[in-house]
């Protein structure tokens, strides 16, 4: 099994301490720290802007992946790339100019995903998917942290990956919502590379060790 990113996500960790969250996600082996940015029109609940992204680079580490739930993501790619985003990802669904917004986030030096809701099949991606260094499947319906993995994420999980199999792409599947350590290893073993996870980390009592838990996932795998 290829080596996993895990990205927790700061939209479950404690807004009045998050120097100490951040700290933590500093010390763990996250990889990416996921970042929800909600304007409460394409998702019902709002989360915060680029002042606070910008906040949070002074004193994390890690590479910012960026989750637009926003409306007209185009109008705000160039601010949160200069408040610190690495990989900025706006979905499908907001998108009616979707390659053209892909090439203006590769533009700023940033990563590229495209977002899908639950309902959206994966083959939307299909003539776009060479241009994504990302796709992120929602496995919850986007707006909250908290909810319940939506269990038929798996199946597009596996043809996603079978997509970028049969085009020899590198692009990555990253999954979004209701992951933790009971359904980790399923989703790798489906073929994500990059598991998103708010409250399995900050709402446990050891979060680091749930990072390392899911980092170390598929280590004891023997190779025949
Ligand atoms: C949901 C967000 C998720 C959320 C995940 O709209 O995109 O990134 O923070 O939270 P959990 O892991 O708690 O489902
Ligand atoms: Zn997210």
Redesign the pocket.
């Known amino acids: 099994m290829k080596k996993h990113l895990i990205a927790p996500?700061v939209?479950?960790a404690d807004f009045t301490n998050l120097a100490k969250d951040l700290k933590m996600i500093n010390e763990s082996q996250a990889d990416w720290l996921?970042v929800?940015i909600?304007d409460g029109r394409f998702?019902p609940?709002i989360s915060f802007g680029m002042n606070i992204v910008k906040a949070m680079k002074s004193v994390c580490d890690k590479p910012f992946d960026v989750?637009l739930?926003i409306v007209e993501p185009e109008k705000y790619i160039e601010q949160f790339r200069a408040a610190g985003a690495d990989v900025i990802t706006v979905h499908y669904e907001t998108c009616p100019h979707l390659h053209r917004t892909i090439q203006q986030i590769k533009a700023t030096g940033a990563k590229a995903g495209v977002a899908i809701n639950p309902h959206t099949s994966v083959n939307v991606l299909e003539d776009i998917l060479e241009d994504c260094d990302l796709a992120l499947l929602?496995s919850?319906?986007?707006?909250?942290?908290?909810?319940k993995?939506i269990y038929q994420t798996l199946k597009k999980v596996e043809r996603l990956r079978e997509m970028i199999i049969v085009r020899n792409l590198n692009t990555l599947i990253e999954i979004?919502?209701?992951?933790?350590l009971q359904n980790a290893e399923v989703l790798l073993k489906a073929g994500a590379d990059v598991l998103?996870?708010?409250?399995?980390?900050f709402?446990a009592e050891h979060p680091s060790e749930v990072i390392s838990r899911m980092k170390s996932l598929g280590e004891n795998t023997l190779m025949v």
Do not use: R, T
């Not at 979004?176 to 933790?180: A, H, P, S, T």
């Open positions: 996500s939209l479950a996921h929800d909600m998702v609940n989750h739930m929602m919850v319906n986007p707006g909250f942290g908290g909810q993995f979004d919502g209701g992951v933790g998103v996870a708010g409250s399995a980390v709402k």
